[in-house]
């Protein structure tokens, strides 16, 4: 029934116009990522996101279905940046294991910045076995077969060793449990990729 047929129901005029709907997805996104940097990814909730941005909720649940919806969102951007830096990094002419060793680096600080929004992200499941992360075990395989370690009798669980190290739940137990910054695990990591490849 349109609402013309019904004095009751009112024109739905809260629907934006694209420009604006734009907009809107900009500004949920300016303002979880303002809010969960400053009290905690845990600590904000769908509705307080909405409150700050000045919108409704109905608009919010539009852009995004729940908040592991947002963290992937927010997470896409950074993660294209870093794809793009590895691309020029890697069409450089540098030292395989300089490649490998700065790029085990450019993935741990990823993980440590986006902490808290990859484990929103990855709910119940392991972040290793998305495609968005996979690219990762493929390129330190493929640097480590440049590198071609004299103990590589087995690359790809040379490869799976490394890349689980990279996993949010790994940097979070070593940084929760153990105290570790991220500066201490990229040296550990270096140092461990120096005695693989030595």
């Not at 909730?45 to 700050?52: F, Q, T, Y």
């Not at 990859?118 to 076995?129: F, I, K, R, T, Y």
Request: aromatic share 6%; net charge negative.
């Amino acid at each position: 029934m349109k609402y013309m047929d019904n004095p009751l129901i009112l024109p739905d005029d809260s629907r934006p116009t694209r420009s604006d709907a734009v907009k809107n997805h900009a500004l949920l996104l300016e303002t979880a990522q303002r809010l969960f940097a400053e009290q905690g990814l845990e600590a904000v909730s769908m509705s307080a996101i909405a409150e700050a941005a000045g919108v409704g909720k109905g608009t919010l649940y539009r852009h995004f279905k729940n908040k592991s919806d947002l963290a992937h969102e927010l997470l896409d951007q950074d993660m294209r940046d870093l794809q793009m830096r590895a691309l020029r990094r890697l069409q450089g002419h540098h030292a395989p294991l300089d490649d490998l060793a700065w790029f085990l680096e450019q993935v741990v600080r990823f993980v440590d910045r986006n902490e808290g929004l990859l484990c929103v992200a990855a709910g119940d499941l392991s972040l290793l076995d998305t495609p968005a992360h996979l690219w990762w075990r493929q390129t330190i395989r493929g640097l480590l077969n440049r590198v071609q370690p004299p103990l590589a009798t087995d690359l790809d669980y040379m490869t799976d060793m490394l890349y689980v190290m990279t996993d949010v739940r790994t940097l979070r137990f070593q940084k929760r449990a153990l105290s570790y910054d991220a500066n201490r695990i990229i040296d550990g990591l270096k140092m461990t990729l120096e005695l693989l490849t030595s």
